[in-house]
């Protein structure tokens, strides 16, 4: 149980167009989900929160309106890169925590995006 | 704010050798925390956790123990194999019962030889 999907699982896109993502709980109900930026060789930073039905909620220094995030529902969350740019290139993780109240997330096996 | 410090890798050992990655913390209240593995080409895996003082998590071999004394959440295996090879993240989350939020590590990369 609590698996968590993305799809694509790698994009490559031209500089100037917008990609989307989207990030799935296929067997549970998550009211938030977390969209994290992974770059080589580091860390995790967490971009971005969204909760179901609600604005999602930025670390600071992300842009809003650059990476737009979508929760519509309790199973699906979307990211899109607006405009994406060759430093958008990165490898982006979603996250979701299930509606039990449990402090545990389950991640996505992540997006590889390139931008050329 | 709340952080986890853990050993800079990589750190490349030889099978069968005993493992330790040293994982700290600072936070307020009290944290449940998490050791989470990244094989090659994959996302996270929880590899295991514990919610409080002196709580053990296990699973596959792994262990590591809550210590609040220590602030500390140290990674440890008997005897590693070349399946392990991975990149090992210790988070915690400071924000109590439905609070998701993960503070991680910056990482330590495991490569286990023959």
């Known amino acids: 149980g609590a698996v968590v999907s993305q799809h694509p699982s790698w994009v490559i896109c031209k500089s100037g167009t917008s990609v989307k993502i989207e990030c799935r709980s296929l067997?549970?109900?998550?009211?938030?989900m977390f969209w994290y930026r992974q770059f080589p060789k580091q860390s995790l930073m967490l971009m971005a929160t969204?909760?179901?039905?609600?604005?999602?909620?930025?670390e600071q220094g992300v842009e809003k309106d650059k990476f737009l995030i979508n929760h519509a529902s309790l199973t699906l969350s979307t990211l899109t890169v607006t405009s994406a740019h060759p430093e958008d290139s990165s490898f982006y993780i979603c996250?979701?925590?299930?509606?039990?109240?449990?402090?545990?997330?389950?991640f996505g096996p992540g997006t590889r995006l390139t931008v050329t | 704010g709340d952080s986890v410090t853990q050993m800079e890798g990589p750190v490349t050992l030889s099978e069968e050798a005993f493992l330790t990655i040293n994982c700290t913390y600072t936070?307020?209240?009290?944290?449940?925390l998490f050791w989470y593995v990244q094989y090659p080409g994959e996302g996270l895996q929880l590899l295991l956790k514990?919610?409080?003082?002196?709580d053990k998590g296990s699973n596959k071999g792994f262990e590591a123990t809550y210590r609040k004394e220590t602030t500390s959440f140290h990674l440890e295996k008997g005897s590693v194999q070349v399946s392990d090879s991975a990149v090992y993240f210790c988070?915690?989350?400071?924000?109590?019962?439905?609070?998701?939020?993960?503070?991680f590590g910056k990482g330590t990369k495991l490569s286990v030889i023959p």
């Open positions: 996250s979701a925590g299930a509606t039990s109240g449990s402090s545990e997330q389950y």
């Open positions: 067997d549970f109900q998550a009211t938030t």
């Open positions: 969204s909760n179901e039905g609600s604005k999602a909620t930025y």
């Open positions: 936070a307020t209240g009290y944290p449940s």
């Open positions: 514990a919610t409080k003082a002196d």
């Open positions: 988070a915690l989350s400071a924000g109590g019962a439905g609070s998701y939020q993960l503070t």
